[in-house]
């Protein structure tokens, strides 16, 4: 549905740390590091492609209620998300699990990072497919 999203935070280097361990897990590995930006997935990428994802330096952010939905390829790849945030400055939003209200096999795990910024890994696959 996305071709590029952007998330502004206020240390560059503390947020590479952390989105290089919570998007790992997600297959969407880092293509650039720039002076002021950070990128992962496939910028201008084929039909169907992961969407790409800038990391911009900000000297202001205001975290909020909007956040980010990752789509994991498994459970486990949610849990290892939460886990990776938690390891490198995150804090939970809500640990991994099935949000039913959301459908039977909403698996998600919620995270904010040390910027505020909240995240989402979720994967609809059930538990007897991985």
Avoid: K
Avoid at 93 to 104: F, T
């Amino acid at each position: 549905m996305f071709d590029h999203l952007s998330i502004t935070v206020t240390d560059l280097d503390r947020a590479q740390r952390f989105y290089d361990a919570v998007l790992a897990p997600l297959g969407v590995p880092r293509v650039n590091r720039r002076e002021r930006a950070i990128g992962y997935g496939e910028r201008a990428g084929r039909e169907g492609a992961p969407c790409y994802i800038s990391v911009y330096l900000s000297d202001h952010v205001v975290p909020d209620n909007r956040h980010w939905c990752f789509r994991a390829p498994s459970r486990a790849a949610v849990r290892t998300f939460h886990a990776a945030a938690l390891e490198h400055g995150g804090s939970d939003d809500g640990p991994p699990g099935l949000r039913e209200r959301y459908g039977p096999d909403y698996y998600a795990a919620f995270v904010r990072d040390p910027d505020g910024n909240r995240l989402e890994a979720l994967t609809r696959r059930p538990e007897e497919q991985e």
